[in-house]
Nanobody, 127 residues
Framework: QVQLVESGGGYVQPGGSLRLSCAAS????????MAWFRQPPGKEREFVAA????????YYADSVKGRFTISRDVAKNTVYLQMISLKPEDTAGYYC????????????????????WGQGTQVTVSS
């Protein structure tokens, strides 16, 4: 079992920055894939970014590429999502997700591939 706890959300003006954290506990060793998803108001959950432990490769949605960075701190069992140049359309609940296997690239954007989820943290971008 893996437990995920997100933090770092908040209210920020357009152009601002935030860093989200996802602290993992439980079985946090071996091969895994961790990801960030978001769910804007009234919309479906969408992929934001992912990190695969094998090869330490990262993947991003086109809408956040160049603005968001996913990274991890192995010692702290924490995955981060650094967000810069935030836009109002980035407003959403942000969720950390994990699965204890290497997810194929063709499936990495699918929420159904992940079986552990955090409770979410709200990000609001508004002037």
């Amino acid at each position: 079992q893996v437990q995920l706890v997100e933090s770092g959300g908040g209210y920020v003006q357009p152009g601002g920055s935030l860093r989200l954290s996802c602290a993992a506990s439980g079985r946090t060793f071996g091969t895994y894939t961790m990801a960030w998803f978001r769910q804007p108001p009234g919309k479906e959950r969408e992929f934001v970014a992912a990190f695969r432990s094998s090869g330490e490769s990262t993947y991003y949605a086109d809408s956040v590429k160049g603005r968001f960075t996913i990274s991890r701190d192995v010692a702290k069992n924490t995955v981060y999502l650094q967000m810069i140049s935030l836009k109002p359309e980035d407003t959403a609940g942000y969720y950390c997700a994990a699965v204890l296997q290497r997810v194929p690239l063709s499936s990495i954007r699918r929420p159904g591939q992940y079986n552990y989820w955090g409770q979410g943290t709200q990000v609001t971008v508004s002037s």
